[in-house]
Each structure stands twice: as C-alpha cells, then as structure tokens.
C-alpha cells in the first residue's frame, strides 16, 4: 500500500522536485563546460599571442644581427658614438654642439672631442650659424654622407638576401605586417634610435 503523502504535500510532488533537481543539475554541467571552453580558448589566445611575441624576438636578434655587422664594417673609420653623431645630423639637418650634446645624452665637453674628430676625419663640417654668429652648425660633408649612405645600404642589402630564402608567399604579406608593426611602435623616441646608428629618415 503506498505511504501517505507528508502534509501539505501533494502527489507528484517528487516527480516536480527530481525534474527541478535534474534541471539545475544540466544548467550547473552546462555552466561548468561554458567556463572550460572559455579557460581553452583563453589559453590558446594566450599560446598565440606567445608565439608571435617570440616570433618577433626572433626577427629582431637577426636585424640586431645586420645592424651590427654594418657598424663593424666601418669600425676603422668611425666609432659607434661617431656613427651615432652621423645617424643624428643626416636625420635632422644642420645641429648645433648643445642639441648633439643633449641627443646622445652626454657632457657637451664629451660631445666637442668627438665631433673634433669627425671634423678632423672630413665627416662633418663646422660653419657659423646664419641665425646665431655665437653657434656654429654641423653638417655632414660628402664623405659623411657617403659613409651613412654606406652603412644603411648594407643593412638594406642584408635585408634583401634574407627576404630572397623566404618562401614568396610569406614574403608578400611581410612587408605590410611589419609596416603595421613599425606604425604601432612610433612612440620609440628617435635618441633611442640614433644610439644603435639607424637613420629616424625612410630615405
């Protein structure tokens, strides 16, 4: 004979709670397989997104690698602080000694023998400034023009090679990848370039 139902129960009452039950049972499975493909997806962006970081690690030793193989091969002409000089009056035009002082971020008595050097070498020029008779203006002169010509060449024909061993499908949408690379790091500041010798010019 079937129990009495509790008071204030009425049949099928357990059918209703087991149904209930069974639902926030689905919702709670559904809920915790939600959170596990969200943990998967995030870490695969988190894998990806490593990837391309060390990917561009990667690239960036090998042009550290063109960078400094350019400055070796002038190392008998010019130091790197004297590249550096170079690098700075080729991207911005005439400098006095105080603005090459504060781009190379030294004493200006620092920067006055190394540009008497690059002055005795025939690499920069050192004429009165129009403006102000008290400033003299630097110059690049032929040979220093020739001489940062020089170096960027290299690095571009060092470039070049490497671009040629890549397949040609990887290289076409190389160049407009980088360039967009290049476009989101504008904030570098261009003392920062001119430290390592490159040119904050595209020609």
Same mark, same amino acid.
């Given at each position: 004979?079937?129990?009495?139902?509790?008071?204030?129960?009425?049949?099928?009452?357990?059918?209703?709670?087991?149904?209930?039950?069974?639902?926030?049972?689905?919702?709670?499975?559904?809920?915790?397989?939600?959170?596990?493909?969200?943990?998967?997806?995030? &870490? =695969?962006? /988190?894998?990806?997104? @490593?990837?391309?970081?060390?990917?561009?690690? !990667? *690239?960036?030793?090998?042009?550290?690698?063109?960078?400094?193989?350019?400055?070796?091969?002038?190392?008998?002409?010019?130091?790197?602080?004297?590249?550096?000089?170079?690098?700075?009056?080729?991207?911005?035009?005439?400098?006095?000694?105080?603005?090459?002082?504060?781009?190379?971020?030294?004493?200006?008595?620092?920067?006055?023998?190394?540009?008497?050097r690059l002055v005795v070498a025939g690499l920069l020029s050192r004429d009165d400034d129009p403006?102000?008779r008290r400033n003299l203006q630097l110059r690049l002169? &032929? =040979?220093? /023009?020739?001489?940062? @010509?020089?170096?960027?060449?290299?690095?571009? !024909? *060092?470039?070049?090679?490497?671009?040629?061993?890549?397949?040609?499908?990887?290289?076409?949408?190389?160049?407009?990848?980088?360039?967009?690379?290049?476009?989101?790091?504008?904030?570098?500041?261009?003392?920062?370039?001119?430290?390592?010798?490159?040119?904050?010019?595209?020609?």
């Open positions: 004979m079937p129990e009495p139902p509790w008071p204030g129960r009425r049949p099928g009452d357990d059918v209703d709670e087991r149904r209930a039950e069974n639902a926030r049972s689905g919702a709670m499975v559904g809920a915790m397989q939600s959170i596990g493909q969200t943990g998967r997806v995030a &870490d =695969a962006n /988190r894998s990806r997104h @490593a990837r391309e970081v060390e990917g561009i690690m !990667a *690239a960036a030793r090998v042009l550290v690698g063109v960078s400094a193989q350019s400055v070796a091969a002038i190392e008998d002409t010019v130091t790197l602080p004297q590249l550096r000089i170079l690098v700075m009056v080729a991207s911005r035009g005439p400098l006095n000694l105080g603005a090459v002082a504060a781009g190379l971020r030294v004493h200006p008595s620092n920067a006055t023998r190394a540009v008497e403006a102000d002169t &032929d =040979a220093g /023009r020739d001489l940062v @010509a020089t170096v960027m060449d290299s690095r571009r !024909a *060092a470039i070049a090679g490497i671009l040629e061993r890549m397949p040609a499908r990887r290289r076409r949408t190389l160049a407009a990848a980088l360039r967009s690379f290049a476009d989101a790091g504008d904030e570098v500041s261009e003392d920062i370039v001119w430290s390592v010798g490159w040119t904050t010019t595209d020609g």
